[in-house]
């Protein structure tokens, strides 16, 4: 080993010594300065750490995936998530390849006074949990993989994987399970918040659909869990996010479907408003499993006149489309119509522009077990244009087989809810986003007495330890037992977070 290392260094000099001086001396000189050094981190607490070159030469040398440091190719774009709100500088970034890497990186943050640990998947963190400032950044944008079992009707994905990725091969044999509904979502995310889509109200959500997982925990341990092995993991992943470890293999069950569906959208005046929402209220929770159903009201900045609209996704027998849509139909005459039968993957990637969290933004969101006419004339009387902001409230429906699920059946206990309600405004990226973030917050506070709960995918950096431990109802002190015996010294906190201590 060290003849080989003195060989490559004889190189280099050679080749050094080959340019002229000022070149040979900028060629060392730039050598030099790629050699780790010392790097001042935080640790989970906030408490500052150094770790020294050789703690990092180590780490670089047992990784097989790359190692990424301030001033590295690749080190903007990996600490950067979707939200441009968040520019934070994570102290190293470890991009795994494989689970060996995974461990490692997940050892180091552990071994080095417990390091502040967030994991990126899809960078899709509303919050920005999937970022840090001087911490250790797990970026899995490596580490994909999509294996279709067609008999078996069986998927299993890597940790890092894409939920358009999972979409594009599962359907490729008239195949699907929940996911979603931006194609660029990371799954591992996605799925251990609980997982929503566009046929969550027919197949569950993709919780419901998971069959296994392999999970490294906070020990550096490699786990599988299932009904069978590690059961209380398996019940805590299903919707108590990453407060566990990192997943680095799903498993999913696949139903068939047909691959066209018939989605788009009709919108309305906002004069309609207040008929849309009734309509929206009185048949969203009763409609058929297969239709997803949405509204959303935007108003766009500059002045420009704003509209009402449901959204749609169904995915059952073409011909009862008009049975289906009869209830909406009562509406009348919308201002615009754009329904037609479309290839379901690419219903998945249609909102990948148009989605509010890829911008500068600023999201409030919470469970509404029902829209009585009191929340919908707060919606609507609250809802204010401005000239330099966009404003949107939307909303996606519950109910169908996500309700015929046992609130203690996995770690998501909000099966009960009418539709998980969001608010959102955004601005261009650059200007001071104050004002805008304060007018949100009012007017969510006239809707949030309707409220019970929250989705913590759609997680709010406000969040207090209170409202997360509400939010989690009874099974919270069931979540607080599955952390005290993976994570006990809270590793994995960029989440919604479920601090270990006492149970009751």
């Known amino acids: 080993m060290r003849r080989r290392v003195f060989i490559h260094s004889a190189v280099a000099t050679a080749a050094a010594i080959s340019l002229p001086r000022r070149d040979a001396f900028a060629a060392v000189f730039a050598a030099a300065s790629r050699r780790p050094q010392d790097l001042d981190a935080v640790t989970g607490d906030g408490e500052r750490v150094t770790l020294t070159a050789q703690a990092l030469a180590d780490l670089k040398a ?9 001033g590295n ?53 509303h919050s920005g949990q999937s970022t840090c400032d001087r911490g250790v950044l797990l970026d899995l944008s490596l580490f994909r993989d999509v294996r279709v079992d067609p008999a078996a009707r069986r998927a299993w994905v890597t940790g890092g994987s894409l939920l358009g990725s999972v979409d594009h ?125 949405g509204w959303g009201m935007v108003l766009p900045p500059g002045g420009a006149d704003g509209g009402v609209g449901l959204q749609i996704c169904y995915s059952g027998p073409a011909a009862q489309i008009d049975r289906v849509l009869a209830p909406i139909r009562k509406l009348g005459t919308p201002v615009s119509e754009k329904l037609e039968a479309m290839d379901y993957v690419a219903v998945q990637r249609s909102g990948d522009v148009t989605d509010p969290r890829a911008m500068a933004t600023y999201l409030k969101s919470g469970f509404v077990p029902r829209i009585p006419p009191e929340l919908i004339t707060a919606i609507i009387e609250g809802f204010e244009p401005h000239p330099a902001r966009a404003t949107q409230i939307f909303s996606q429906a519950g109910g169908g087989a996500i309700a015929r699920v046992a609130p203690d059946a996995t770690a998501f206990s909000q099966r009960d809810i009418h539709s998980n309600l969001l608010a959102a405004v955004s601005w261009k990226f650059g200007d001071d986003g104050t004002e805008h973030i304060r007018w949100i917050k009012q007017y969510w506070a006239t ?11 759609d997680l709010d950096y406000d969040a207090t330890t209170a409202s997360v431990q509400a939010n989690y109802r009874n099974n919270h002190q069931r979540l607080v037992a599955v952390k005290n015996k993976y994570d006990p010294k809270n590793l994995f906190r960029m989440n919604a977070n479920v601090k270990p201590g006492l149970t009751e």
Not at 447 to 457: A, W
Request: proline share 4%.
């Open 169 to 293: 091969e599962t359907m490729a044999h008239g195949l699907v399970t929940t996911l979603g509904t931006v194609s660029h979502t990371g799954v591992g995310g996605l799925v251990t918040g609980g997982g929503f889509g566009r046929v969550g109200r027919r197949f569950g959500l993709a919780i419901d659909n998971l069959v296994g997982v392999d999970i490294v925990n906070a020990d550096g341990e490699l786990r599988h869990a299932s009904d069978q092995e590690n059961p209380d993991l398996f019940w805590g992943v299903r919707g108590g996010g990453g407060n566990f470890g990192v997943v680095t293999s799903f498993q999913f069950r696949l139903h068939p479907m047909q691959r066209q569906v018939i989605a788009g959208r009709i919108m309305y005046p906002m004069a309609k408003a207040r008929d849309v929402l009734t309509v929206y209220a009185e048949y969203a929770g009763t409609a058929p499993d297969e239709l997803d159903l």
């Open 447 to 457: 809707l949030e007495r309707f409220t019970h709960g929250f989705y913590v995918n």
């Open 73 to 125: 190719e690749g080190y903007d774009q990996a600490r950067r998530i979707l939200n441009p709100s968040f520019d934070k500088f994570p102290a190293l970034i470890v991009q795994p390849t494989g689970v060996a890497d995974i461990r490692t990186a997940i050892n180091f943050a552990r071994d080095n006074r417990g390091l502040l640990l967030a994991v990126k998947c899809g960078g899709h963190s």
């Open 62 to 70: 047992r990784l097989r995936g790359r190692l990424l440091l301030a």
